[in-house]
């Protein structure tokens, strides 16, 4: 049975006893906000603090992206993505975090092979030098993609970074409105790179984090089956009742051979 994260983007909406009843994690997303980054996020890192004392389930952060590229020719893009990188990753160290992740920034519409080749290389020389400087971190970063086309972008991106604690987020939505390829493809050439996955829908023509049905669930299950995954997986959507829509999923998954 695949673990289940919930995303959160408010304070407000976590409900400790009520995770931990439905043994399920959480997935902090308001550190997106550059704004709580420049001022408050201390505050908000402490607030957080007491409301997790005792939180043992699975604990994500997910990491700021708006405008960031830490490859940047501009020095000074540079060292404001860094900056930004660096913080979350010594939130995550303050809260224990499990994972931080954080978006590819890659540009996959650039189509000339040498610049491609040397974005790797930078972005793999990048997450070598940043997690050296919290090396004290002991939960994994998750590279999720955002505009990639293909799967295999996302692959010789994580095989130049090439540690073992840095993995991928799988995100369906993106997927299913960036690529051609259908998840199974996707699935197939990430394979046990991935080692989580934001859980949302769409129709292919917008990001609309729609809620996925029974199909879409059991779709997703027999791919990750048929190659012997087993990732967490992160509701990515509005949720009016999350014990019933975590019961949904759990009940989906559990009774999927006999659907």
């Given at each position: 049975?695949?673990?289940?994260?919930?995303?959160?983007?408010?304070?407000?909406?976590?409900?400790?006893?009520?995770?931990?009843?439905?043994?399920?994690?959480?997935?902090?997303?308001?550190?997106?906000?550059p704004?709580?980054?420049?001022?408050?996020?201390?505050?908000?890192?402490?607030?957080?603090?007491?409301?997790?004392?005792?939180?043992?389930?699975?604990?994500?952060l997910?990491?700021?992206?708006?405008?960031?590229?830490?490859?940047?020719p501009?020095?000074?893009?540079?060292?404001?993505?860094?900056?930004?990188?660096l913080?979350?990753?010594?939130?995550?160290?303050?809260?224990?975090?499990?994972?931080?992740?954080?978006?590819?920034?890659?540009?996959?519409?650039?189509?000339?092979?040498?610049?491609?080749?040397l974005?790797?290389?930078?972005?793999?020389?990048?997450?070598?030098?940043?997690?050296?400087?919290?090396?004290?971190?002991?939960?994994?970063?998750?590279?999720?993609?955002?505009?990639?086309?293909?799967?295999?972008?996302?692959?010789?991106?994580?095989?130049?970074?090439?540690?073992?604690?840095?993995?991928?987020?799988?995100?369906?939505?993106?997927?299913?409105?960036?690529?051609?390829?259908?998840?199974?493809?996707?699935?197939?050439?990430?394979?046990?790179?991935?080692?989580y996955?934001?859980?949302h829908?769409n129709?292919?023509v917008?990001?609309?984090?729609?809620?996925?049905?029974?199909?879409?669930?059991?779709?997703?299950?027999?791919?990750?089956?048929?190659?012997?995954?087993?990732?967490?997986?992160?509701?990515?959507?509005?949720?009016?009742?999350?014990?019933?829509?975590?019961?949904?999923?759990?009940?989906i998954?559990?009774?999927?051979?006999?659907?």
């Amino acid at each position: 049975m695949n673990k289940i994260v919930n995303c959160i983007s408010n304070m407000k909406d976590f409900d400790k006893d009520l995770y931990m009843d439905l043994n399920i994690g959480l997935e902090i997303q308001d550190f997106v906000n550059p704004n709580l980054l420049d001022e408050g996020w201390e505050g908000r890192l402490e607030e957080y603090k007491s409301v997790l004392d005792g939180f043992s389930n699975t604990l994500s952060l997910h990491g700021p992206f708006l405008d960031l590229k830490p490859i940047s020719p501009d020095s000074k893009i540079r060292e404001i993505s860094y900056k930004r990188y660096l913080q979350l990753l010594q939130i995550g160290k303050e809260l224990n975090a499990d994972y931080i992740i954080f978006h590819s920034q890659l540009n996959p519409w650039i189509k000339e092979d040498k610049i491609m080749e040397l974005s790797y290389k930078l972005y793999g020389e990048f997450w070598n030098e940043i997690l050296r400087q919290v090396a004290d971190f002991k939960g994994v970063v998750l590279i999720e993609n955002v505009f990639e086309p293909h799967p295999a972008i996302m692959r010789e991106l994580l095989d130049a970074i090439k540690l073992p604690n840095v993995k991928m987020c799988l995100d369906i939505g993106h997927a299913l409105l960036e690529s051609k390829l259908g998840l199974r493809e996707w699935v197939e050439i990430l394979n046990s790179r991935i080692e989580y996955i934001h859980l949302h829908w769409n129709e292919g023509v917008y990001d609309e984090h729609n809620r996925p049905s029974t199909d879409n669930i059991i779709l997703l299950k027999g791919i990750l089956d048929s190659f012997n995954l087993n990732p967490i997986i992160a509701l990515e959507y509005k949720i009016h009742d999350l014990k019933g829509e975590v019961e949904r999923i759990t009940n989906i998954v559990e009774n999927y051979n006999k659907i």
